[in-house]
């Protein structure tokens, strides 16, 4: 089984989205399936108001471009209607519980939560007392909706994930975490290069490991070379997150995994480069990557908006 020969049935029998550890590769197959479907129907100006009646929302204690973007206009291209809460709108368990919270929001007719916060636990709680799907944007731990939009990219420019690897540089958090559970599933070889003792949790490792699909490859190492030897696909992140005080140590042990032009020619031939955004410029990628010819930063970050919205359509459907 592939992408390309995937049959979609329009459901999925999780009922939130809070890490791609707990979706199969059927699952991930029916996200993508329905994100180039929804993609069609946009270019093609056909409606696809699925979600009409429904509200979103969404929660922001990390405020993002991207995210908000994506997931205010899939909704409402859905047919559905947004509310925004930014950490000033709400105290997410610093006053009122967040068991009350999600309760108060079924009360008055929210359909779905998307939030973008700093602890995984405070999406597990949402999820354990609501009856309503709640969406990751973003925590400290994962982004498994950036890395849908990813998978969709890297589909969209080879048509294959078997046979393809993809790399990732930087600190073993989020975004490591998510890309090795995304593409170990959907069958696609992936390693995480991370400076010694910055690399992903053991656990997480092993998840994604035991959960590898067609025979993929996941490797962590902190060996550059052999990171980028036969990588398709050349992804990293910002060294420090949202909310982290920049560390002088941290920043050295990190700048030698730089993206730059010299790393991207050690890679395979056609091989693209990818970033979740935002990006700084000199820092963990320079601007010659960034406006070359093997970036598809923007078309990646498009993507974010059809990957949220099968996600969207799928849990929040009737």
Same mark, same amino acid.
């Given at each position: 089984?592939d992408?390309?020969s995937?049959k979609?049935?329009g459901k999925?029998?999780n009922k939130?989205?809070?890490?791609?550890?707990?979706y199969?590769?059927?699952?991930?197959?029916?996200?993508l399936?329905?994100?180039?479907?929804l993609?069609?129907k946009?270019?093609?100006?056909?409606?696809?108001e699925y979600l009409a009646?429904?509200?979103?929302?969404m929660?922001?204690?990390?405020?993002s471009?991207?995210?908000?973007l994506?997931?205010?206009q899939?909704?409402?291209?859905?047919?559905?209607s947004?509310?925004?809460?930014?950490?000033r709108d709400?105290?997410?368990?610093?006053?009122?519980?967040?068991?009350?919270?999600v309760?108060v929001?079924e009360?008055?007719?929210?359909?779905g939560i998307m939030?973008?916060?700093?602890?995984?636990s405070?999406?597990?709680?949402l999820?354990?007392y609501?009856?309503i799907?709640?969406?990751?944007?973003?925590t400290?731990?994962?982004?498994p909706?950036q890395?849908l939009a990813?998978?969709?990219?890297?589909?969209?420019?080879f048509?294959?994930?078997k046979?393809?690897?993809?790399?990732?540089?930087?600190?073993?958090f989020?975004? %490591?975490?998510? #890309?090795?559970?995304?593409c170990a599933k959907? @069958?696609?070889?992936v $390693?995480?290069?991370?400076p010694e !003792?910055?690399?992903?949790?053991?656990?997480?490792?092993?998840a994604?490991?035991?959960?590898a699909f067609?025979?993929?490859k996941?490797?962590?190492?902190?060996?550059?070379g052999e990171a980028?030897?036969?990588?398709?696909?050349?992804?990293t992140?910002?060294f420090?997150?949202m909310?982290q005080t920049?560390?002088?140590?941290?920043?050295?042990a990190l700048m030698p995994?730089?993206?730059n032009?010299?790393?991207?020619a050690?890679?395979?031939?056609? %091989?693209i480069f #990818?970033?979740c955004?935002p990006?700084?410029r @000199?820092?963990?990628? $320079?601007d010659?990557v960034?406006e !070359?010819?093997?970036?598809r930063?923007?078309p990646?970050a498009?993507n974010r908006?059809?990957?949220q919205k099968?996600?969207m359509?799928?849990?929040m459907?009737?």
């Open positions: 089984m992408l390309a995937y979609p049935t999925l029998k939130h989205m809070l890490t791609l550890m707990d199969s590769t059927e699952e991930i197959f029916e996200l399936s329905c994100a180039i479907e993609k069609r946009q270019y093609a100006h056909e409606k696809h009646g429904k509200t979103l929302a929660i922001f204690e990390k405020s471009t991207r995210t908000r994506s997931f205010e899939g909704i409402k291209q859905l047919g559905g947004p509310i925004f809460l930014s950490s709400i105290q997410l368990g610093r006053g009122e519980p967040i068991r009350d919270t309760r929001m009360r008055m007719n929210i359909d939030i973008r916060t700093f602890k995984q405070d999406l597990d709680e999820a354990k609501g009856h799907p709640v969406i990751n944007g973003l400290d731990d994962f982004h909706c890395v990813d998978l969709l990219t890297v589909y969209e420019e048509g294959t994930f046979g393809k690897k993809l790399v990732f540089f930087g600190e073993g989020n975004m %490591a975490n998510s #890309l090795m559970l995304g959907v @069958g696609m070889d $390693t995480i290069c991370s !003792g910055l690399g992903p949790r053991p656990e997480i490792i092993r994604a490991q035991d959960a067609d025979g993929a996941v490797v962590v190492t902190d060996n550059i980028v030897s036969g990588a398709d696909a050349v992804y992140d910002v420090f997150s909310g920049k560390d002088p140590v941290k920043e050295a995994m730089q993206v032009a010299a790393m991207m050690k890679a395979n031939p056609g %091989a #990818l970033h955004l990006a700084h @000199g820092e963990e990628v $320079t010659e960034l !070359g010819a093997y970036s930063i923007f990646e498009e908006l059809h990957a099968a996600v359509y799928l849990l459907k009737d």
